[in-house]
């Protein structure tokens, strides 16, 4: 925060300028990635929400991002300056790790470790070595490439702004080495309860490098409600004060900000090549699509979503050869023990499923694509699906709802949503299940597919208001405007510890 010495010894807020303001972006992941191809590196668009979301949310000649741009540690030099001025021409500034540090940080603190906790999955956390010395020094890394880019007057004319869970020490490393400087942090996954939280031995280090901001967000209240109680209980010095916290004489505000989609992305045309298949799908013979789009995660609730398929038929053996779930399930984080154990757990699940209902009159229960699609195909196939079912476990927002709501244009398709996405606090019109209850999912699945046109059009068309007045850079603008709303904190110069 942007901080003046006023006589008398106190401090006063100086707000940052939105009109004006630089945003320095701040994420692991930079909107590009570097992968290998039979030629050498090429590079492609980050696929995810997020890195979708964050590339709109501020106008590009006031922004700048630094993030990782893939692995880069198995290429030639010349290949690698190849991919530092492709950064420069896009203001992106790449910290490079090493495969030891994508390793420890990525693959093993962040991932096997803050990612199962912050997702209340602690049965997938590995026995021991959290790795958190590898986390600490990347963020250190990440601190120092943001100190390099900021203005040269203490950075009055910039706003950090730091991205999930990543990256939760950077804010605390930039308080100590720019004390005035603007700092924003928003967690785009769940925060835990404390009970969930307090497992991780480095429980202390990761708040107090949250309340190194100067507003923290989450997408809900409940994961704002339990980093409050986190901070409360376990940051000695911290006062929590009308949902802000005072700490080391700085007042931190929290508060809920969904993210939304730009739903104008989703109106245009498809696919021609996805709508001619999933034309044929529908038609021979006469068949209802439910679909599944999902990075290949433990969290997304895959494999009891493939049981409550096998339940529906079971309770409903009528529409054997009569519907098909056509699930994407993208790889995602592949090292990770983890993600390869899911792998195979969802194979042999479509396996038995299918080898259960298939008939040779052509029923085939699942169809299970193992690739990503663009935004274009993923149009087409959204406005192709009969339902769409999103069940995770438990997910920070999930933007894949709205993408599919965003893309309903002709108000139809029926979207079951599971009451543990971040996107059922705001989509009530969807019809919510709870993806532990198989049967109930089941039961929700077959009202989805039964659903007459005209609820169907009334629930889209609730939900289309919903998703059609958001979008990233009014999220942007709604957090960022709460920083200067902050009640400074006066204080006497000696009173700040
Ligand atoms: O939601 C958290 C997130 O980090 C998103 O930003 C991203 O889309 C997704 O998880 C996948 O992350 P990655 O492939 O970078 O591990």
């Excluded at 290949?79 to 492709?86: F, I, W």
């Excluded at 984080?333 to 390869?340: D, G, M």
């Excluded at 709303?485 to 009173?495: A, K, W, Y």
Aim: a negative charge; one cysteine or more.
């Amino acid at each position: 925060m942007a901080m003046n010495l006023l006589p008398g010894g106190h401090w006063s807020v100086v707000p940052p300028n939105l009109e004006s303001a630089r945003l320095i972006l701040v994420s692991n992941r930079l909107p590009i990635s570097v992968v290998e191809g039979d030629d050498g590196p090429s590079i492609k668009d980050s696929v995810g929400g997020v890195a979708t979301a964050l590339k709109v949310c501020w106008p590009v000649d006031r922004r700048c991002w630094i993030g990782w741009p893939g692995d880069l540690s198995r290429f030639a030099p010349v290949d690698v300056s190849m991919v530092n001025r492709e950064c420069g021409r896009r203001a992106l500034v790449p910290v490079q790790l090493s495969s030891g540090e994508v390793e420890r940080y990525y693959e093993g603190c962040a991932n096997s470790v803050l990612w199962p906790v912050f997702h209340n999955r602690i049965d997938r956390l590995p026995l021991e070595n959290h790795q958190f010395d590898a986390y600490r020094a990347v963020n250190e890394r990440f601190a120092d490439a943001v100190v390099d880019v900021l203005d040269d007057d203490d950075g009055r004319n910039d706003i950090v702004w730091v991205h999930d869970f990543h990256l939760c020490l950077v804010p605390g490393l930039l308080r100590q080495r720019r004390p005035g400087q603007w700092v924003a942090f928003f967690l785009h996954i769940p925060f835990p309860p404390l009970e969930v939280f307090s497992i991780l031995p480095d429980r202390r280090e990761l708040l107090e490098g949250m309340l190194g901001s100067d507003i923290v967000g989450f997408h809900t209240t409940r994961y704002r409600d339990r980093f409050i109680d986190c901070v409360r209980a376990l940051v000695p010095g911290a006062r929590v004060k009308d949902e802000g916290v005072v700490y080391e004489g700085r007042r931190i505000e929290t508060c809920a900000a969904p993210l939304g989609i730009d739903a104008d992305d989703f109106r245009g045309e498809g696919d021609d090549q996805i709508e001619l298949e999933m034309h044929k799908l529908h038609t021979n013979p006469d068949i209802q699509v439910l679909l599944g789009v999902d990075r290949l995660d433990y969290t997304k609730g895959i494999p009891r979503r493939l049981l409550a398929i096998d339940r529906l038929l079971e309770l409903r053996p009528e529409l054997n050869g009569r519907v098909t779930l056509l699930q994407i399930a993208v790889p995602s984080r592949e090292k990770v023990e983890a993600y390869a154990e899911l792998k195979v757990q969802v194979q042999q699940l479509v396996g038995r499923v299918n080898g259960k209902h298939s008939s040779l009159a052509g029923a085939v229960p699942i169809r299970l694509v193992s690739h990503g699609y663009s935004q274009k195909q993923l149009l087409s196939l959204y406005r192709a699906a009969d339902v769409m079912v999103v069940t995770p476990l438990l997910d920070g927002m999930n933007l894949v709802a709205k993408e599919f709501i965003a893309a309903r244009t002709d108000d139809d398709g029926v979207l079951v949503l599971s009451e543990f996405a971040g996107a059922a606090v705001e989509l009530r019109d969807a019809l919510i299940v709870n993806p532990y209850d198989i049967d109930g999912t089941a039961r929700a699945l077959g009202a989805a597919l039964d659903m007459s046109a005209e609820e169907r059009r009334d629930r889209m068309r609730r939900l289309r208001l919903k998703v059609v007045g958001e979008s990233p850079r009014a999220w942007a603008e709604g957090f960022l405007k709460l920083l200067p709303f902050m009640p400074p904190v006066l204080l006497g110069v000696g009173d700040e510890r």
